[in-house]
Nanobody, 127 residues
Framework: HVQLVESGGGSVEAGGSLRLSCATSSVVFSDNCFAWFRQAPEQEREGVAGLDMDGATDYADSVKGRFTISRDYVENTLILEMDSLKPEDTAMYYC???????????????????????WGQGTQVTV
C-alpha cells in the first residue's frame, strides 16, 4: 500500500510563508513523478506545481514566482515552499504521484488530477 503523507499546513496572514512536506517511501520517491494540487470549497481540484522524473518543474500561473516545488532525496520528501501567500491560496493541498512519467507542465492542464493515481490525505492551508 503506497502512502503519501502531507504535513506543514496551517493558518498564516497574507504575505506570509508556509512549507508543505509530502513523505513517502524511497521506492515511490525514486520511481514516480510528483505534483501538488489544491481544492477550495465548492471548486474543482487544480494543479499547483509539478515535478517530473528529470527534475523539471512547472507551476500554475497563479503561483508562479511565489511557490517552489522540490525533492529532498535524503528524507524521501516532496516539498512545496509557499511565499507571499494570498487569501485566494486558501485550500486543501494534496500531494500526488504517478508511475507514468508525466511532464511537469501536466499540472497546468485543467482536469489533470485524474492522471495521478497516488494521493495523500491533504493538508489545510488558510490565509
Amino acid at each position: 500500500h503506497v502512502q503519501l503523507v502531507e504535513s506543514g499546513g496551517g493558518s498564516v496572514e497574507a504575505g506570509g510563508s508556509l512549507r508543505l512536506s509530502c513523505a513517502t517511501s524511497s521506492v515511490v520517491f525514486s520511481d514516480n513523478c510528483f505534483a501538488w494540487f489544491r481544492q477550495a470549497p465548492e471548486q474543482e481540484r487544480e494543479g499547483v506545481a509539478g515535478l517530473d522524473m528529470d527534475g523539471a518543474t512547472d507551476y500554475a500561473d497563479s503561483v508562479k514566482g511565489r511557490f517552489t516545488i522540490s525533492r529532498d532525496y535524503v528524507e524521501n520528501t516532496l516539498i512545496l515552499e509557499m511565499d507571499s501567500l494570498k487569501p485566494e491560496d486558501t485550500a486543501m493541498y494534496y500531494c500526488a504521484a504517478d508511475l507514468t512519467p508525466h511532464a511537469a507542465s501536466t499540472v497546468t492542464i485543467k482536469g489533470s488530477s485524474r492522471l495521478f493515481r497516488i494521493w495523500g490525505q491533504g493538508t489545510q492551508v488558510t490565509v
